[in-house]
């Protein structure tokens, strides 16, 4: 459990139990706990985690791809190595478990 963070963990909560979809950015200076605090809002939900890489657009978008397909979230013999992120948003949202995407 993270000390001293519970008005943030409420905070997002609410917005994860309204209908429809939420977008919520976490932002702040390095080491002060966003991938912490994250990790412990979808930890009892549906969730798929990418931290993302310093690297170009086209190596991000590989490197996502390795990860869906790791996570079994796309097919391992699909045959796209940088898939669009069109293509990556909608396997990630058409998952039946997927409530919760945190990159």
């Known amino acids: ?58 190596e991000q978008r590989y490197q996502l791809n390795l990860q869906l397909k790791a996570d079994r979230i796309i097919d391992e013999s699909e045959d796209r190595k940088f898939p669009e992120f069109s293509y990556i948003f909608d396997a990630i949202c058409g998952s039946e478990v997927m409530s919760l995407i945190h990159i």
């Open 1 to 58: 459990m993270l000390s001293g963070r519970m008005p943030e963990l409420q905070y997002l909560n609410q917005h994860f139990d309204k209908d429809g979809s939420q977008i919520l950015v976490v932002y702040g200076q390095k080491h002060i706990g966003k991938t912490a605090l994250a990790r412990e809002f979808a930890q009892d939900k549906p969730s798929f985690y990418y931290l993302a890489k310093p690297c170009s657009e086209r």
